[in-house]
């Protein structure tokens, strides 16, 4: 029996045990992963992993002595098969049980994947967790050409990566520019232009047909006939919600685990967080993000993981606290660190602050005036400053924002 069993040990598994203890939690808390590994880091897997920077001794999210200072069990390698919310009990792949008395779902999510012909041949990669990074990294090693289908930032991360490691890559995207989901086009053909400099070649608004070869791929055909040389195939195409467990038994779950501000589940001993939790956040359905204040969505971030979790951390020791938080999410290509905070839909107005072409520069998006997102480019400063602005509602003067003799920061009082 285990006052709190964690089921997925990833980031919000882990934020939410420490975050317990954090806040008083004094029971035995397990935490249950089907990954052979202590929870890790996955951004480097796309990016300095990949590239062959770092080896996987520095990805570990927390070091073994820290989970056993906080008295967290760890149970690595053991998948939960089913919960039985009656007797309050959960199955494990060992043949094991354990009875709780709270249970937090952190489940995560899993790629996407193809469906078309040939998705079945040898050297089609898929890249969610370290064994997938060490596969593509090691066909890398075998490869002189690789074809990316998606232009999200998966696609692109590892298009990059790829190129650093001296791979001929192609990206076939469906949509007509990168990101198209995330980002406004000024972004898309930032980023495009970054890629091309370094000898990616797109195939925009391009569908894949199927794939072509022999026990291994060898080609990509998409759906005009043009026919694309691949040793490699790398495919990001987004992400589905680990949420069967909590369906099955009998969680209200809509593209998600739904749950409401408090992280709390349609059965109160259960909480939910991280990418397989969908929520109402007020701030992204007030910039338009949702259809009404209570939409509920999922956001893949470390940001919302670590977030969610320490609100349901809260919620568990009884101290909750509604989550309301402007999101922000990072990525890496090539030597751009590319930070966007808050959101670009719905925007009226784009405000640059210095030149696209220096490779540094922030866009600030504005909506009836007042300030909804950011993104930038090589400007830490500005993406930290823009957070504030973006969570205080600002309405500053576009002229202001524009100068650059101005630090952003100081446009809070406006
Ligand atoms: C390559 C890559 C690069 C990324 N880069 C960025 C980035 O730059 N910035 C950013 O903000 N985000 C990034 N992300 C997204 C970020 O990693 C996720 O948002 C984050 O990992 C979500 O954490 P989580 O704990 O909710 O879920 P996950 O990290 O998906 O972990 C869930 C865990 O639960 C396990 N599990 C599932 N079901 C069960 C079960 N029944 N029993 C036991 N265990 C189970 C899973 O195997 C997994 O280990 C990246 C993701 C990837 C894959």
Request: charged share 20%; aromatic share 6%.
């Amino acid at each position: 029996m285990a006052d709190l069993v964690i089921i997925g040990a990833s980031y919000a598994g882990t934020q939410l045990a420490l975050a317990a203890r954090a806040n008083g939690f004094a029971g035995n808390i397990t935490m249950v992963g089907d990954e052979p590994h202590p929870p890790y880091q996955r951004p480097p897997l796309s990016k300095a992993f990949l590239r062959n920077e770092v080896d996987a001794s520095s990805l570990p999210l927390q070091s073994p002595e820290r989970f056993a200072e906080e008295r967290i069990t760890l149970r690595t390698g053991v998948t939960a098969l089913r919960i039985e919310r009656e007797g309050r009990k959960v199955e494990l792949s060992d043949g094991s049980e354990i009875g709780y008395a709270h249970l937090a779902f952190t489940t995560g999510a899993r790629c996407r994947t193809l469906t078309c012909e040939g998705a079945g041949l040898g050297n089609v990669h898929y890249l969610r967790n370290l064994a997938d990074a060490c596969a593509i990294r090691d066909a890398a090693s075998r490869s002189r050409t690789a074809v990316v289908i998606g232009g999200g930032f998966i696609g692109l991360e590892v298009a990059a990566a790829l190129r650093t490691l001296g791979v001929e890559v192609a990206v076939v995207e469906m949509q007509d520019r990168l990101l198209q989901r995330a980002v406004p086009p000024l972004i898309s053909t930032f980023l495009m232009r970054a890629h091309a400099h370094q000898g990616v070649r797109f195939h925009l608004s391009s569908r894949v047909r199927r794939l072509l070869g022999h026990g291994s791929v060898e080609a990509i055909e998409l759906e005009s006939g043009e026919v694309i040389a691949a040793d490699m195939v790398v495919a990001g195409l987004g992400v589905v919600p680990n949420v069967e467990l909590a369906q099955a038994c009998g969680l209200v779950v809509d593209n998600g685990i739904v749950v409401d501000r408090y992280a709390r589940t349609s059965d109160p001993r259960i909480v939910a967080a991280g990418d397989c939790a969908a929520y109402p956040n007020p701030w992204l359905n007030a910039v338009g993000q949702g259809v009404g204040p209570d939409r509920c969505m999922r956001v893949e971030s470390i940001q919302s993981a670590n977030d969610l979790a320490r609100v349901a951390a809260a919620t568990l020791a009884g101290r909750a606290t509604p989550y309301e938080a402007v999101p922000w999410f990072w990525s890496d290509q090539y030597g751009y660190k590319l930070q966007m905070a808050g959101a670009s839909t719905g925007h009226e107005q784009i405000v640059l602050r210095g030149d696209m072409e220096s490779g540094k520069f922030t866009a600030l998006y504005l909506r009836d005036g007042t300030l909804i997102g950011a993104d930038t480019v090589n400007r830490p400063i500005d993406h930290l400053a823009a957070r504030r602005l973006i969570a205080a509602r600002v309405r500053p003067d576009p002229m202001a924002l524009q100068d650059e003799s101005i630090p952003l920061k100081s446009l809070a009082a406006a």
